[in-house]
């Protein structure tokens, strides 16, 4: 059964750092692209990021590109989400998402979701 | 970017109800067009992608169909644990966008 739990997540002053992490089971975890989604409160979802199963290709959305490092360590089976200079409106629940397809390209779709940690950016 | 529109925002229904949510793209996507189900507090899940290919798991009850701009995701008889927040999600380009949501709510 595949199973994804995230931590990290916590009060950070605007311009803090901080980095969440997503531990994998259930799958062959370097065989698959991995993504960062989140959901600020009450509101909708965005999608963050994405690495490909080697680690060796990523993308951001703009909002966070130089701010934000996505990073996997397929030894551990775990991903990573390094947030630096945080602002107010990165403020939000962060989920781990799986790329349903166990190949080098990327479905740009989630089959499967952790539970999400909260980060909140507040002085 | 690829703009997702979804109508109703909100939707009251009745156990039994047959529902239909709209989805919308700004440009044509094909048929690269997913749908999740998300209750409060817990992680969204899959329910359909390529527009109507079903997720393991999931009811027959639940459909979608469309192509291009224009999507429907359909609720063939309504069942108490449908009621819940569905959104959906275009897969065609980056960056990978969602509507807005629609929450579907008991009448």
């Known amino acids: 059964e595949v199973h994804l739990l995230e931590s990290g997540g916590g009060l950070v002053q605007p311009g803090g750092s901080l980095r969440l992490s997503c531990a994998a089971s259930g799958f062959t975890f370097s065989s698959y692209a991995m993504n960062w989604v989140r959901q600020a409160p009450g509101k909708g979802l965005e999608w963050v990021s994405v690495?490909?199963?080697?680690?060796?290709?990523?993308y951001y959305t703009d909002s966070v590109k130089g701010r934000f490092t996505i990073s996997r360590d397929n030894s551990k089976n775990t991903l990573y989400l390094q947030m630096n200079s945080l602002r107010a409106d990165d403020t939000a629940v962060y989920y781990c998402a799986k790329d349903p397809y166990d190949s080098s390209g990327y479905a740009n779709f989630f089959d499967y979701w952790g539970q999400g940690t909260l980060v909140t950016v507040s002085s | 970017d690829i703009q997702m529109t979804q109508s109703p925002s909100s939707l009251s229904a009745s156990v039994g109800d047959r529902v239909t949510i709209t989805c919308r793209a700004s440009q044509s996507i094909s048929t690269y067009l997913n749908w999740y189900q998300q209750k409060p507090g817990k992680a969204p899940k899959l329910l359909m992608f390529?527009?109507?290919s079903l997720q393991i798991g999931v009811p027959s009850r639940f459909s979608g169909s469309g192509s291009g701009t224009d999507f429907t995701l359909t609720i063939s008889s309504l069942q108490p644990e449908d009621f819940a927040t569905y959104y959906c999600?275009?897969?065609?380009?980056?960056?990978?966008?969602f509507g807005q949501g629609t929450k579907l709510e008991i009448k």
């Open positions: 390529a527009t109507s």
């Open positions: 690495i490909s199963g080697s680690g060796d290709s990523t």
């Open positions: 999600q275009q897969s065609y380009s980056a960056p990978r966008t």
